[in-house]
């Protein structure tokens, strides 16, 4: 296996389903997470992967790991991501803060630090945004506004990377996770927010993985530049009155 793709939040449920993706069309996955157990045991699920220990938001630690992994990569994903849901009134600076430094500060180092090694191998970025950030819900401030900074980032990288490294979003809705757990562990709450979707059901970790594999993957290459909705048409869609 010849190309190589960094996947950032490897042990998330994207991050882990986009991994196996990788590794069943003959890539090699490079996994970092901060969960070394689920990292060792989805790096041993996958033969030839490698794997690295970081928190993402340790900007120094982060430099290190992906400057060693050396060149090329053929791709970055960044798969790592939050879910801050609180009243604007009860918003601390501090939410904000933390939800830009994970969502957008740790994402524009990870594609810094990765830069040489992508511009070797002529490579692909995906980061994630989500459906919140151009549909305005409720208690969503600080996730909103971080998720923002993300496609603002991403055409802005893209404009300046262009024609050497591809870079693209996507922007899902609500999806089956770890992180999204306090919101779908109750069946009877999870229902009701799948049925305000057009497609009326929950995203699953493998419908997101399937657009960023692409997108990280030769078929995508006239693609650049794109904040992609993968959101069971909730971002654009009405389709019942009221």
């Known amino acids: 296996m010849t190309d190589r793709v960094l996947v950032l939040g490897a042990t998330g449920g994207v991050g882990a ?28 699920e996958l ?8 928190d993402v938001t340790d900007s120094n630690a ?5 400057q060693g992994l050396g060149a090329p990569l053929s791709g970055l994903a960044f798969c790592v991501g939050s879910i801050v849901l609180k009243p604007a009134a009860r918003t601390s600076e501090a939410d904000l803060l933390d939800a830009f430094r994970l969502n957008a500060v740790a994402a524009a180092m990870a594609v810094q630090a990765a830069l040489p090694a992508l511009l070797a ?19 969503h401030l600080a996730i909103a506004a971080a998720k923002a900074a993300v496609e603002g980032m991403t055409v802005a990288l893209a404009a300046e990377l ?22 779908t562990k109750n069946p009877a709450m999870a229902e009701a927010i799948a049925k305000l979707h057009p497609l009326p059901r929950l995203g699953e970790p493998e419908d997101i993985a399937a657009m960023a594999d692409l997108l990280l993957s030769p078929s995508a290459g006239w693609i650049t530049g794109q904040v992609i909705a993968v959101d069971g048409g909730r971002s654009t869609l009405r389709t019942k009155a009221g």
């Open 47 to 54: 033969p030839g992967a490698e794997s690295l220990v970081v």
């Open 62 to 66: 982060l430099k290190a790991a992906i």
């Open 162 to 183: 262009a024609p050497a490294v591809r870079v693209n979003c996507i922007a899902p809705s609500l999806t089956r996770s770890r992180i999204a757990e306090p919101l």
């Open 17 to 44: 389903a986009l991994a196996r993706r990788l590794a069943a069309r003959g890539v090699r996955p490079v996994l970092l997470a901060r969960d070394a157990a689920r990292l060792a045991a989805l790096a041993d």
């Open 121 to 139: 191998a002529q490579g692909s970025v995906v980061l994630f945004s989500s459906v919140a950030a151009r549909t305005g819900f409720t208690n």
